[in-house]
């Protein structure tokens, strides 16, 4: 394991084996109205965590996770294996990401959302999880959007709360998604639309036929 002396380990943190802490890094920080060693944070064997990350206490974080640069997790997540999160992506309290999830650099994840296995989301994506900013009740109805197994969001696209997006599904770049999107078909568009399914997708350079498959309709 090797942790830079100038990152900042707080009590009730367990790290695995072979971790790498750079610089800067925060690893435990109490959320409000708890004190440093209140919540237990776990983070798997084999984790690579770059400069000014910060990783708030509470959180159960599976084997091969990496950070890039600056991000910032919550309080309260549950992540699973070889999870990514790129560089100034934020990831808020109370929310489930499962294995081999791809999280792009600048992205946003709010509270209350859903992350499956496998599930791809591209550069500058926002989650979003207010029905009605600002409402008095608004905090008793936050939802972020469920995003499952496989499902793609490309750069830039937005989601509006507590919206499903389906098993590998492709939500396509700058797409402003304002309702479930059903099971392997792609959306584009604002309000995005459905436009194609995902196995008539073809690659424009003659690499493979079908870049994601043939999947049953």
Not at 18 to 45: K, W
Not at 60 to 87: A, P
Not at 178 to 196: E, F, L, M, Q, S
Request: aromatic share 4%.
């Amino acid at each position: 394991m090797t942790i830079s002396s100038w990152a900042r380990i707080l009590p009730g943190v367990q790290i695995g084996e072979n971790a790498e802490v750079d610089d800067f890094v925060i690893i435990g920080r109490p959320p409000s109205r708890h004190q440093p060693g209140d919540l237990p944070t776990s983070i798997g064997a084999d984790a690579v965590i770059r400069s000014h990350t910060v990783i708030y206490a509470g959180n159960r974080i599976g084997q091969h996770f990496q950070t890039g640069h600056g991000v910032m997790i919550r309080e309260h997540n549950i992540i699973g294996d070889n999870v990514s999160v790129g560089t100034g992506s934020v990831v808020e309290h109370h929310v489930i990401i499962g294995n081999n999830v791809r999280i792009h650099s600048q992205a946003f994840i709010p509270e209350y959302s859903v992350l499956e296995d496998g599930c791809w989301i591209g550069p500058n994506v926002v989650l979003t999880n207010a029905l009605h900013p600002l409402c008095p009740k608004a905090k008793a109805c936050l939802k972020g959007a469920t995003i499952r197994r496989g499902a793609k969001i490309g750069a830039n696209a937005t989601l509006l709360p507590d919206i499903t997006i389906g098993e590998g599904a492709l939500v396509g770049a700058g797409a402003v998604v304002t309702k479930d999107v059903p099971p392997y078909t792609v959306v584009a568009g604002n309000p995005a639309r459905i436009i194609k399914r995902v196995e008539e997708l073809t690659c424009p350079y003659h690499l493979i036929d079908h870049p994601y498959g043939i999947q049953d309709p």
